[in-house]
């Protein structure tokens, strides 16, 4: 009904005072009853409305509960992905032997198969994670968010979406820097795509597995602050100008404690390699509880905490999103894009989100290992991705709860607080693993 108040006392308010008309022409009785009738209706409304929300839960409910059962008992039922990598591989090696076919092309063929596949998660991740978001942002301002398109629960909004960005005209503004500004949005989106490769998605799910592994990931993570900049510079635009410089203070800034929160957890496995790392925390402690390094007392807390946050504030998200802030900047950077151009941006923001969810998941939540050993029956890369999932909630949850922060206090939070508690708990670290071994 069209002007129902959202809330019982609203309508009792909004049915308190009769139309003017009725009010001169009627008596107090006519007043009285016309009142009641309103409330009446507004209150019937209102628990119609209310009735209408239940259903919808129990049935999202109802319907969660059983696609959640049949992908556990799909994923169940198939175990382990290596093998099926690990005996492709070896048919193709096979083949090309029996047919004469020069020993680089299988060799061509395992690198293109898991770039192909890394490619095809970075792509599908923004859609999926961008429904996510609306819906978690709606429910947590009790709102349903995209219900139409596509049918259940506008599963389908983000394709939709990204139809209509790809059939956009794109348009370049006069005086921009023409090669810097086009060549910006892949120079932002490229890093993202390289860092996927030493991530251990799994036991042996892992593109390329060398020795300083974690090193990569930052280092080349980094580059996309460039991209940033060259958009800013590129774009004959203030607004677009200050983002830029705004992004590469904070990007760098973070990059700091960001890499120092991860240096106990080098100290405690022994090498850099993200697989090695993963394999540290394998073995439960006593038999039974998780080797996880964010269990290992304070030190493993607070170098998680900061991780998580500064990874927050490196992919410029609220409430470290002063880059892009709209109230001061326009939309800061990336103010003159639009179509494909501010899709990639947007393609990359979240992709960054699934990379520093993936990498914490790696780092200090166990990689791909049951928090039981009685649900080792469950594949490592389920659980790897259900990790990296509370992970990718919790980016969400804090872009709908905290106020954005003054640009000065996001450099002050970085420089005053992260960076000198980095360096406390590496000492502590330090000071714990020389207790243990002397």
């Known amino acids: 009904m069209t002007g129902v108040p959202t809330t019982p006392a609203a309508a009792a308010s909004a049915a308190a005072t009769p139309p003017p008309a009725v009010a001169a022409t009627a008596g107090p009785t006519a007043a009285a009853l016309y009142s009641t009738a309103r409330l009446n209706e507004y209150l019937a409304a209102w628990t119609a409305k209310e009735q209408r929300m239940k259903s919808s839960w129990q049935r999202s409910a109802v319907w969660l509960a059983g696609i959640t059962t049949v992908l556990l008992g799909a994923v169940i039922a198939i175990g382990e992905l290596s093998p099926f990598f690990r005996n492709g591989q070896k048919f193709i090696v096979e083949m090309a032997a029996q047919r004469g076919i020069p ?9 293109v198969v898991p770039a192909a596949i890394l ?4 792509q599908a991740c923004p859609g999926v994670v961008v429904w996510w978001e609306r819906k978690v942002a709606a429910h947590m301002q009790g709102r349903l968010g995209p219900m139409d398109v596509g049918g259940w629960h506008g599963w389908a909004q983000t394709i939709a979406d990204g139809i209509k960005l790809v059939l956009k005209e794109t348009i370049e503004p006069t005086g921009v820097d023409k090669w810097v500004f086009r060549l910006a949005p892949m120079i932002v989106l490229l890093p993202c795509y390289f860092s996927f490769a030493p991530i251990p998605f799994g036991d042996g799910l892992v593109a390329l597995d060398f020795d300083i592994g974690l090193v990569y990931v930052m280092a080349v993570s980094g580059l996309s602050t ?11 635009n203030k607004f677009a100008f200050f983002g830029g410089l705004r992004a590469a203070a904070q990007i760098v800034s973070f990059e700091i ?5 991860v240096v106990p957890v080098v100290m405690w496995a022994g090498s850099l390699s993200i697989t090695q790392i993963v394999t540290q925390q394998a073995v439960p402690v006593a038999g039974w509880f998780p080797r996880w390094f964010i269990f290992y007392p304070v030190v493993g807390q607070i170098a998680f905490i900061i991780y998580l946050i ?3 504030a490196e992919t410029n998200r609220v409430p470290f999103d002063v880059p892009e802030a709209e109230s001061e900047l326009t939309a800061g ?16 923001e979240y992709a960054y989100v699934l990379v520093g969810s993936l990498l914490g998941t790696a780092l200090f939540l166990g990689g791909g290992g049951s ?13 790897f991705m259900a990790k990296t999932l509370v992970l990718i ?18 450099m002050d939070l970085c420089w005053k607080v992260f960076i000198p508690w980095t360096l406390i708990n590496i000492l502590f670290a330090g000071g714990a693993i020389l207790w243990r071994i002397g």
Do not use: Q
Request: glycine content about 6%; charged content about 10%.
């Open 226 to 236: 460039v991209g940033i900049v060259m958009a800013g510079w590129g774009s004959a």
């Open 257 to 261: 404690p960001r890499v120092l929160s």
């Open 310 to 312: 500064t990874t927050i």
């Open 393 to 410: 909630f919790v980016f969400l949850w804090s872009r709908w709860t905290f106020p954005r922060l003054r640009v000065d206090r996001v």
């Open 371 to 383: 928090p039981l050993p009685a649900l080792n029956f469950i594949p490592s890369w389920v659980w």
């Open 119 to 122: 490619n095809l998660i970075m």
């Open 103 to 111: 020993p680089i092309v299988p060799i061509i063929i395992s690198f």
């Open 333 to 348: 950077f990336h103010t003159e894009y639009g179509g494909m151009k501010f899709a990639i941006f947007f393609m990359a």
